[in-house]
């Protein structure tokens, strides 16, 4: 693995390999090499030999893969290097944009082992075939942290809702029959496109249209070094055409890798809606007249809900003794504070505990069922900041309630008279 001769593209254009130089090369056609795209079903044996057999009869100077440098690495078992950045992970929105990208790998995982082929074994039989027929490997696809970022920006909350509703069953075995030799069939790939961009046109537009340019992009700068074969998703193969074709459509390179940064959140609304319950909570309390004890009780009240059910989830996760302690002591104080959350203290400590390392995003990568998921130092850590969090937020709204009641206050006509 370590003598092999990869071309990552990404990281010439941090080098400086811009715009320009892609808009010259395409003025010049009679440099450009033959492009041949092979489309394929990440999980069907029948790609994996049909991907082998085309490299051999092509004998391609180039073999581009659908992999950027992290998915090429957690493929072919390289190990990651660095420390791991705990509190970088448990920060913001990331902590639950690194489970809906676990989740999703999960679930292709899950559908390969029920076909009995390990997903991503086209990309590593391109890969391998290349590497027997002298030709140079090349990472033609966006870094998948920035894919999954933007994917995730795109979604209303109502789509990111139906997006991890629909996985939940496939993660457990669930769901329509596929039938993975129509996968590749272009007219079936079509369809199941056309749906997906029917729930979220956005968030298609992300994952697949800005994934085509990107890689035709990377293609045709190649494509002037020699004759390339593509191994992309058979999803993947007509955009990728079309805009090879069109050459001009192909959006500018920093529209396809900013990051999106929304100053208003559908978590921030939510957290400041949270905020505001908990103070039109207390102010209730106050006006009724209730009270120095009354107050004190409510007090009482919303550490031991918010406390518990903030417990709760850490056990649910199976985290440590601590980190149930500390997401109990805690959580009646982050919910006070939307920049705080009970979570972010309580994976602190269960990383304290667990000691999680870089190897365990390579265990992350391998693991085919969730009991094995469960066993990954990382993984429970990032579970227990979730559920840790969960189990706050439940606390705070079943908390305003309680309190409301004990005040005399209706939640009901209360809520009816604000709106």
């Given at each position: 693995?370590?003598?092999?001769?990869?071309?990552?593209?990404?990281?010439?254009?941090?080098?400086?390999?811009?715009?320009?130089?892609?808009?010259?090369?395409?003025?010049?056609?009679?440099?450009?090499?033959?492009?041949?795209?092979?489309?394929?079903?990440?999980?069907?044996?029948?790609?994996?030999?049909?991907?082998?057999?085309?490299?051999?009869?092509?004998?391609?100077?180039?073999?581009?893969?659908?992999?950027?440098?992290?998915?090429?690495?957690?493929?072919?078992?390289?190990?990651?290097?660095?420390?791991?950045?705990?509190?970088?992970?448990?920060?913001?929105?990331?902590?639950?944009?690194?489970?809906?990208?676990?989740?999703?790998?999960?679930?292709?995982?899950?559908?390969?082992?029920?076909?009995?082929?390990?997903?991503?074994?086209?990309?590593?039989?391109?890969?391998?075939?290349?590497?027997?027929?002298?030709?140079?490997?090349?990472?033609?696809?966006?870094?998948?942290?920035?894919?999954?970022?933007?994917?995730?920006?795109?979604?209303?909350?109502?789509?990111?809702?139906?997006?991890?509703?629909?996985?939940?069953?496939?993660?457990?075995?669930?769901?329509?029959?596929?039938?993975?030799?129509?996968?590749?069939?272009?007219?079936?790939?079509?369809?199941?496109?056309?749906?997906?961009?029917?729930?979220?046109?956005?968030?298609?537009?992300?994952?697949?249209?800005?994934?085509?340019?990107?890689?035709?992009?990377?293609?045709?700068?190649?494509?002037?070094?020699?004759?390339?074969?593509?191994?992309?998703?058979?999803?993947?193969?007509?955009?990728?055409?079309?805009?090879?074709?069109?050459?001009?459509?192909?959006?500018?390179?920093?529209?396809?890798?900013?990051?999106?940064?929304?100053?208003?959140?559908?978590?921030?609304?939510?957290?400041?809606?949270?905020?505001?319950?908990?103070?039109?909570?207390?102010?209730?309390?106050?006006?009724?007249?209730?009270?120095?004890?009354?107050?004190?009780?409510?007090?009482?009240?919303?550490?031991?809900?918010?406390?518990?059910?903030?417990?709760?989830?850490?056990?649910?996760?199976?985290?440590?003794?601590?980190?149930?302690?500390?997401?109990?002591?805690?959580?009646?104080?982050?919910?006070?504070?939307?920049?705080?959350?009970?979570?972010?203290?309580?994976?602190?400590?269960?990383?304290w505990t667990r000691k999680p390392t870089m190897a365990?995003?390579?265990?992350?990568?391998?693991?085919?069922?969730?009991?094995?998921?469960?066993?990954?130092?990382?993984?429970?850590?990032?579970?227990?900041?979730?559920?840790?969090?969960?189990?706050?937020?439940?606390?705070?709204?079943?908390?305003?309630?309680?309190?409301?009641?004990?005040?005399?206050?209706?939640?009901?006509?209360?809520?009816?008279?604000?709106?």
């Amino acid at each position: 693995m370590a003598n092999r001769e990869v071309i990552d593209l990404e990281e010439i254009e941090s080098g400086g390999t811009g715009e320009a130089e892609l808009s010259h090369g395409l003025q010049e056609e009679d440099k450009k090499g033959e492009i041949v795209i092979v489309g394929t079903a990440h999980v069907s044996e029948k790609s994996v030999e049909e991907v082998s057999q085309a490299i051999e009869d092509l004998h391609p100077d180039i073999v581009a893969v659908e992999l950027c440098n992290s998915r090429y690495r957690a493929l072919t078992g390289q190990e990651e290097t660095g420390e791991i950045q705990i509190r970088e992970i448990l920060s913001g929105g990331k902590l639950y944009l690194l489970l809906v990208q676990w989740f999703l790998a999960y679930v292709q995982k899950k559908i390969g082992s029920d076909l009995g082929v390990k997903p991503g074994s086209d990309m590593i039989a391109a890969i391998e075939t290349a590497e027997k027929m002298g030709a140079r490997v090349a990472l033609v696809d966006r870094d998948i942290g920035v894919t999954i970022q933007r994917f995730w920006s795109a979604m209303s909350f109502v789509e990111k809702a139906k997006l991890v509703g629909s996985m939940i069953p496939a993660a457990f075995g669930k769901g329509e029959e596929i039938d993975i030799d129509k996968v590749t069939e272009e007219d079936v790939v079509s369809q199941i496109i056309e749906e997906f961009r029917a729930v979220s046109p956005r968030a298609a537009e992300v994952l697949i249209d800005e994934r085509d340019a990107y890689i035709a992009r990377n293609l045709i700068r190649l494509g002037r070094e020699g004759m390339v074969v593509a191994v992309v998703g058979a999803g993947h193969k007509q955009g990728i055409t079309k805009y090879l074709a069109n050459p001009e459509k192909i959006p500018p390179f920093e529209n396809m890798t900013r990051l999106s940064k929304r100053r208003v959140s559908v978590p921030k609304l939510f957290g400041a809606a949270l905020m505001l319950l908990v103070v039109i909570t207390f102010a209730v309390v106050l006006i009724s007249g209730s009270s120095s004890e009354s107050f004190f009780s409510a007090l009482k009240i919303w550490f031991l809900v918010n406390g518990t059910l903030s417990a709760l989830g850490v056990v649910l996760a199976r985290g440590h003794p601590l980190s149930v302690l500390t997401a109990f002591m805690v959580a009646w104080l982050t919910s006070l504070n939307p920049l705080m959350a009970a979570g972010w203290f309580a994976g602190i400590v269960e990383a304290w505990t667990r000691k999680p390392t870089m190897a365990d995003t390579k265990k992350l990568a391998e693991a085919e069922t969730f009991k094995e998921l469960k066993v990954i130092p990382l993984f429970r850590v990032i579970l227990v900041a979730a559920l840790a969090n969960i189990g706050s937020v439940a606390g705070t709204v079943l908390g305003a309630y309680l309190i409301l009641r004990m005040s005399g206050v209706s939640p009901e006509d209360l809520i009816g008279g604000i709106l």
